[in-house]
């Protein structure tokens, strides 16, 4: 058979991601702060776009309104306007005047007359006061050390070796810089380096520049003078104590029970943590994407916040008045490429919109138990399963669903949180959400007694007898290790002890 060129033409569908639609697939997951931050951007970048503040772009004055009894007290008021005292005069009457009442702040007036607010709250040089001016900022603790370290050091090798220190620090005032390493950065002696770290430990909250929690509690009870043999001894097995391990703490340091319990009363009474007293950073409360609420009618009412959403829309006069400016195809250009973004980025943040209120609500409709009983009636599901309701992709719910929060009755909850694995029911029955076993397990571990302290194997047998829900003892301990609650021994040893010192 010889071979030889032709021409075919052949018709075949293909999926192909567009810039455009790559970027609408990213808006999806993007959680509130980080969309509005993204439509900032995108007003400042093209000029069509502008935010909607609720009035139509193009609205009519509205007619003036006939003459009603409202207008006719304000001309009554205006004519009489001679006869009516102002707020001066009758303050002066019942000498309530500012310099009566607040001196102080009637002669600062005097020296700064645009300090002084009128009864709107303006200043009289007619700017509203910011608020920021009447809060007071929480201390950061690099700058509250810095101050310090400025009057303990007193040469400027060692304030550099300080600056380089603080700037180790974690949030809780730990030291994680390599003493060794930083050495060999600055050029310096590591006994110089500790020389300036011992320093630092004195420093104000008393604790910081530790290295290790037991530097920590070591650097506060030495300053209170309370740091012994027996003491350091102490700090040398908190591994003992976090086991509570009472009758081999007592062999080890050699005291009998009253001194173990007065000495772990003080370790008590100690911050483990004393850099968490300052600021760190902005903390970012959690708003709510959807809001669940029950209707009249007894069924749920899901509705987006439309507080966080951003509303954009697109200037089209403003795009018809410049395009008949435009002086070249490469400006005609520009304005077309503005409108057809535009236009994109409006029609992404409706479809996000509805794909989150979609979303929402048959979330809303699988968990009804949960919303009704509580978590004991979460059932299990999965991302396909609503997918599937839903008529989208898997992909599209993942997203759809990845940092957004819902508040409901129960409480505020990730959307995340809905999704659980399921558990078989032994006797045959609906299947267990995996949080409502663990929530379950939190139960009975809650509800126990120091006499009947509850192993593995029982909570396993206690789920199969209760709710025909059968797990290993290993899956136990699983779930019970990630709600971070001990083992059976250390619990009872944890409520002796509490007997004992109560």
């Given at each position: 058979?010889?071979?030889?060129?032709?021409?075919?033409?052949?018709?075949?569908?293909?999926?192909?991601?567009?810039?455009?639609?790559?970027?609408?697939?990213?808006?999806?997951?993007?959680?509130?702060?980080?969309?509005?931050?993204?439509?900032?951007?995108?007003?400042?970048?093209?000029?069509?776009?502008?935010?909607?503040?609720?009035?139509?772009?193009?609205?009519?004055?509205?007619?003036?309104?006939?003459?009603?009894?409202?207008?006719?007290?304000?001309?009554?008021?205006?004519?009489?306007?001679?006869?009516?005292?102002?707020?001066?005069?009758?303050?002066?009457?019942?000498?309530?005047?500012?310099?009566?009442?607040?001196?102080?702040?009637?002669?600062?007036?005097?020296?700064?007359?645009?300090?002084?607010?009128?009864?709107?709250?303006?200043?009289?040089?007619?700017?509203?006061?910011?608020?920021?001016?009447?809060?007071?900022?929480?201390?950061?603790?690099?700058?509250?050390?810095?101050?310090?370290?400025?009057?303990?050091?007193?040469?400027?090798?060692?304030?550099?070796?300080?600056?380089?220190?603080?700037?180790?620090?974690?949030?809780?005032?730990?030291?994680?810089?390599?003493?060794?390493?930083?050495?060999?950065?600055?050029?310096?002696?590591?006994?110089?380096?500790?020389?300036?770290?011992?320093?630092?430990?004195?420093?104000?909250?008393?604790?910081?520049?530790?290295?290790?929690?037991p530097e920590c509690l070591a650097i506060q009870l030495r300053e209170r003078n309370r740091l012994d043999p027996m003491m350091q001894a102490l700090l040398g097995n908190l591994g003992m104590v976090a086991e509570h391990d009472m009758a081999g703490l007592m062999r080890v340091l050699g005291c009998d029970r009253e001194d173990l319990l007065d000495m772990l009363g003080e370790l008590r009474r100690l911050d483990p943590r004393p850099g968490l007293a300052f600021d760190s950073g902005p903390v970012e409360t959690?708003?709510?994407?959807?809001?669940?609420?029950?209707?009249?009618?007894?069924?749920?009412?899901?509705?987006?916040?439309?507080?966080?959403?951003?509303?954009?829309?697109?200037?089209?006069?403003?795009?018809?008045?410049?395009?008949?400016?435009?002086?070249?195809p490469g400006e005609k250009a520009f304005l077309s490429d503005c409108l057809a973004t535009a236009n994109w980025l409006t029609k992404s943040l409706d479809q996000r919109a509805q794909t989150i209120l979609k979303a929402s609500a048959e979330i809303v409709r699988q968990q009804d138990g949960f919303l009704t009983h509580g978590i004991a009636h979460l059932k299990p599901m999965t991302l396909r399963m609503v997918a599937e309701a839903i008529d989208m992709h898997e992909s599209t719910v993942s997203r759809v669903?990845?940092?957004?929060?819902?508040?409901?009755?129960?409480?505020?909850?990730?959307?995340?949180?809905?999704?659980?694995?399921?558990?078989?029911?032994?006797?045959?029955?609906?299947?267990?959400?995996?949080?409502?076993?663990?929530?379950?397990?939190?139960?009975?571990?809650?509800?126990?007694?120091?006499?009947?302290?509850?192993?593995?194997?029982?909570?396993?047998?206690?789920?199969?007898?209760?709710?025909?829900?059968?797990?290993?003892?290993?899956?136990?301990?699983?779930?019970?290790?990630?709600?971070?609650?001990?083992?059976?021994?250390?619990?009872?040893?944890?409520?002796?002890?509490?007997?004992?010192?109560?």
């Open positions: 058979m010889a071979l030889s060129p032709r021409l075919e033409f052949r018709q075949a569908q293909s999926l192909t991601l567009t810039p455009q639609l790559m970027q609408s697939i990213r808006l999806l997951q993007l959680s509130h702060l980080e969309l509005n931050s993204f439509v900032e951007e995108e007003l400042l970048r093209n000029p069509l776009l502008e935010r909607e503040d609720g009035a139509a772009p193009d609205a009519e004055p509205a007619e003036a309104p006939e003459r009603s009894t409202e207008i006719s007290a304000y001309e009554d008021t205006v004519d009489r306007g001679d006869r009516i005292q102002d707020a001066d005069s009758i303050a002066d009457g019942y000498d309530t005047a500012v310099d009566n009442v607040f001196p102080d702040q009637s002669a600062q007036d005097q020296l700064n007359p645009a300090s002084r607010l009128d009864r709107n709250g303006a200043s009289a040089a007619g700017e509203a006061p910011d608020i920021d001016q009447f809060v007071a900022s929480r201390p950061v603790l690099s700058e509250h050390l810095e101050g310090q370290s400025n009057f303990i050091l007193r040469t400027p090798a060692d304030r550099l070796i300080a600056r380089h220190l603080i700037d180790g620090l974690n949030e809780a005032g730990y030291l994680t810089t390599d003493l060794e390493a930083l050495a060999d950065q600055l050029g310096a002696e590591l006994a110089d380096i500790e020389a300036v770290l011992a320093a630092l430990q004195g420093c104000d909250p008393v604790g910081v520049f530790a290295r290790t929690v959690v708003v709510p994407d959807v809001f669940v609420r029950r209707g009249p009618d007894g069924a749920w009412q899901i509705e987006l916040n439309s507080e966080v959403l951003p509303r954009v829309l697109v200037n089209r006069v403003y795009y018809a008045s410049v395009t008949r400016q435009a002086r070249g669903t990845a940092n957004k929060y819902m508040a409901t009755p129960r409480g505020l909850f990730e959307m995340k949180y809905f999704f659980t694995t399921a558990i078989a029911a032994s006797d045959g029955g609906n299947d267990h959400s995996a949080e409502a076993v663990r929530h379950r397990i939190r139960q009975l571990i809650e509800a126990e007694l120091v006499t009947a302290v509850l192993s593995d194997d029982t909570i396993a047998d206690l789920l199969k007898q209760e709710q025909g829900i059968e797990l290993a003892r290993r899956t136990v301990a699983k779930y019970r290790e990630g709600m971070n609650i001990p083992s059976s021994v250390m619990r009872r040893r944890r409520m002796k002890n509490a007997q004992q010192m109560a």
